[in-house]
């Protein structure tokens, strides 16, 4: 069974850094695409950034320049840097896993087969 572990949130001041990381368990990170999410609330899940097999990046406009995401299959770990971060950052983030996603659907949540159980971040100002 495959398991998503997220971790690295927190409370921070406006302009601070977060590094938030997502654990696969039960299968291979290699096998799958992988993406971030985030959710406010009273808010629909919001897509963040994705890195696909091959390592190509997706961010969404809203964090392009301050986001990175990225991957290390070894240790079946996928990571998201967050620098610059604002009060409307604050959500929970949730790391995600698809295994048949295709370019023109990488931003919506049904692309991806597993979810991990989110982790908060709150932005202070």
């Known amino acids: 069974q495959v398991q998503l572990v997220e971790s690295g949130g927190g409370l921070v001041q406006v302009g601070d850094s977060l590094r938030l990381s997502c654990v696969v368990s039960?299968?291979?990170?290699?096998?799958?695409?992988m993406a971030w999410f985030r959710q406010a609330p009273g808010k629909e899940r919001e897509f963040v950034s994705a890195?696909?097999?091959?390592?190509?990046?997706y961010p969404a406009d809203s964090v392009k320049g301050r986001f990175t995401i990225s991957r290390d299959n070894a240790k079946n770990t996928v990571f998201l840097q967050m620098d610059s971060l604002r009060p409307d950052d604050t959500a929970v983030y949730y790391c995600?896993?698809?295994?048949?996603?295709?370019?023109?659907?990488?931003?919506?949540?049904?692309?991806?087969?597993?979810w991990g159980q989110g982790t908060q971040v709150t932005v202070s100002s």
């Open positions: 890195i696909r097999r091959s390592a190509h990046t």
């Open positions: 039960g299968s291979t990170l290699r096998q799958y695409d």
């Open positions: 995600a896993a698809g295994s048949r996603t295709i370019l023109s659907t990488i931003g919506r949540p049904t692309a991806y087969d597993y």
